[in-house]
């Protein structure tokens, strides 16, 4: 009686749960399939979808046959509607259904060509159309992402990669110039001083041979040539020297050095022995009280430029120069 009792009770609680599910697992007709109506699937249909329209027929073809029509010269003449296929099926008993695939082409409530075989006819669809389904139905998808040309992302990286070397090439460019481009312009600031103190010695020596003057302009000439040396050598060496004695020159620093480094007549004159003694005859013809004669004036005026000569051949093959020629 006790295990009676309990099956009744299991069968009452799962039928409940079974009806539950299957009204929703039923088709997209839902109500309208129960009811025995015709009903679409999908239940919404828009001009130029393919949709289905089921058609139940109950028992009255039980008897028929069931069949499946696709080609296109046993169906139905198109015209707003395009019947793509008609099947006839048994479902169990009095299951007997009609499915009709078609394509509408015209929105609003429109029929179906008769189906003479069958003996059906009058079978209407309402067909929505976009324009008139609301607002959702304006509603348009994102937009989809836009398509790169060929060759644009070689484009990109490629001007992005030439930008970074540019840049690249410019700071090195900057480090490099900041190391050599100084000594290019160290040396032709010397070459232009030693051409400039060149052209000083030659004015000075051409109008020495024309004048024929006395011992009175022959120490101004001295004294003229022994301020542009000095100076000369002040742009070199960044010293007083107009303020230097004689004695002083015999310590002289050399800017390139060599005085030491090459032998023959440039280690000779390119020493402060050489500037010394130098200038000890500038102050023994200028303040000895003695005659001065041209030829002596000439002897110094040989002497600076012996000395300029020999400092603008050592600044040409200076080791600063020939690296930066290299």
């Not at 409940?16 to 599910?21: Q, W």
């Not at 039923?26 to 009903?39: A, C, H, L, V, W």
Request: include cysteine.
């Amino acid at each position: 009686m006790n295990r009676r009792f309990a099956l009744l009770l299991i069968f009452f609680a799962v039928l409940p749960v079974g009806s539950y599910l299957a009204a929703q697992q039923g088709n997209p007709g839902g109500q309208t399939r129960r009811s025995g109506q015709p009903y679409l699937i999908p239940q919404t249909v828009f001009v130029g979808d393919r949709a289905r329209l089921v058609v139940p027929l109950g028992t009255a073809f039980a008897g028929t046959a069931a069949f499946v029509l696709d080609n296109a010269a046993q169906l139905p003449p198109a015209g707003d509607i395009h019947v793509h296929r008609l099947e006839l099926e048994h479902r169990g008993v009095g299951g007997t259904q009609l499915l009709v695939d078609f394509t509408a082409f015209a929105p609003g409530v429109r029929e179906l060509p008769p189906f003479p075989a069958l003996g059906i006819a009058g079978l209407t669809v309402n067909i929505a159309s976009i324009l008139d389904s609301g607002g959702e139905g304006l509603v348009l998808s994102n937009p989809a992402p836009p398509l790169a040309a060929p060759g644009t992302m070689f484009i990109i990286y490629g001007t992005v990669m030439g930008i970074i070397i540019l840049l690249l090439a410019v700071i090195g460019g900057r480090i490099w110039a900041g190391r050599h481009l100084g000594v290019f312009r160290e040396k032709w600031r010397r070459r232009r001083l030693i051409r400039v103190m060149g052209r000083i010695e030659r004015r000075l020596r051409l109008n020495l041979l024309k004048g024929g003057a006395d011992s009175g302009n022959y120490a101004e000439v001295l004294t003229l040539l022994s301020g542009e040396f000095r100076t000369f050598l002040g742009y070199f060496s960044g010293l007083n020297c107009r303020a230097m004695t004689a004695g002083e020159f015999f310590s002289f620093p050399l800017p390139e050095g060599r005085a030491g480094e090459s032998g023959g007549k440039t280690g000779l004159v390119l020493t402060g022995e050489y500037l010394g003694t130098l200038f000890r005859r500038f102050d023994r013809l200028r303040f000895s009280g003695e005659g001065i004669e041209k030829e002596a004036v000439l002897g110094i005026l040989d002497g600076v430029k012996l000395f300029t000569d020999t400092l603008g051949q050592a600044v040409q093959t200076a080791p600063g120069t020939e690296g930066a020629r290299r």
